[in-house]
Each structure stands twice: as structure tokens, then as C-alpha cells.
């Protein structure tokens, strides 16, 4: 379970946010197919995530290459149809991303009120009370 730094020196740093999930349209698609465990089709995926042909594929071969989604070709009525879905390695790393996600948002609540912070789940410093 990752945790967020409770001293002051890095404490906003949050190295748990990993880069290819950390951008508008991967974040998008991977919200998509985790919520879609038995696939999307390329079409519906573009719309849903309001991109082009060309940078839907560019981003699905970033997360094929990574080994977060596993891409099928399928040939329904004669056309042949790709189908996307998460992977279970993918859908363990995504939700690790959005527990270290869920730590900044939390964060920014409290140092935006003026609080002191508290460790993310997990966390192990006694200073402070866990979430």
C-alpha cells in the first residue's frame, strides 16, 4: 500500500504517481476499460474518451507495450473489430496509481484548510492519526 511522506522535506513529492497512468487521455481510456472488465471496442473507446484514431492508438500501444491492456483483433460480420481490455497486471498497477491519487487529493483538502497531514492508508507514523 503506498504512503505519502509526513515531513515537511518531499512531503508533497508522491512518487507513487506513475507517468503513464498520470496523463488526461491514458487515465481516460484506463478509467474506461477498468470499469469495463470484459472489454471495449476501439470505436466505442475513441468516443467515450473523445479522441482521434491516431492518438487512441498512440496511447493504447504506450499501454500494450507496458503490458496494462491486452489489445484482440475479432471479425464480427466480415470487418474485423479490436477489443480492448485491462490487464490484471494493468488493473493492479491503475489501482495502486489511484490509492497514491486518492493521498494528493486528500492532501490538498487538508493543507488547503490548514491541517495537519495525515499519512495515507497504511501509513505508520505515530505523529499522527490514520485516515
Do not use: W
Not at 491486452?70 to 480492448?84: F, Q, W
Amino acid at each position: 500500500m503506498p504512503t505519502t511522506k509526513t515531513t515537511a522535506e518531499g512531503r508533497f513529492a508522491y512518487g507513487g504517481l506513475d507517468r503513464l497512468f498520470h496523463e488526461r487521455a491514458r487515465l481516460a481510456i484506463l478509467t474506461t476499460l477498468a470499469s469495463r472488465p470484459s472489454g471495449v471496442a476501439f470505436a466505442d473507446l475513441k468516443a467515450l474518451c473523445s479522441l482521434t484514431d491516431g492518438n487512441l492508438s498512440r496511447h493504447l500501444r504506450q499501454l500494450r507495450d507496458a503490458g496494462v491492456i491486452d489489445m484482440r483483433k475479432k471479425a464480427d460480420t466480415g470487418r474485423p473489430r479490436t477489443l480492448l481490455r485491462i490487464s490484471a497486471e494493468g488493473r493492479r498497477r491503475f489501482l495502486a496509481y489511484l490509492d497514491v491519487l486518492e493521498a494528493v487529493v486528500r492532501d490538498a483538502a487538508v493543507a488547503s484548510r490548514g491541517e495537519a497531514p495525515r499519512p495515507a492508508r497504511g501509513g505508520s507514523d505515530p505523529g499522527f492519526l490514520p485516515a
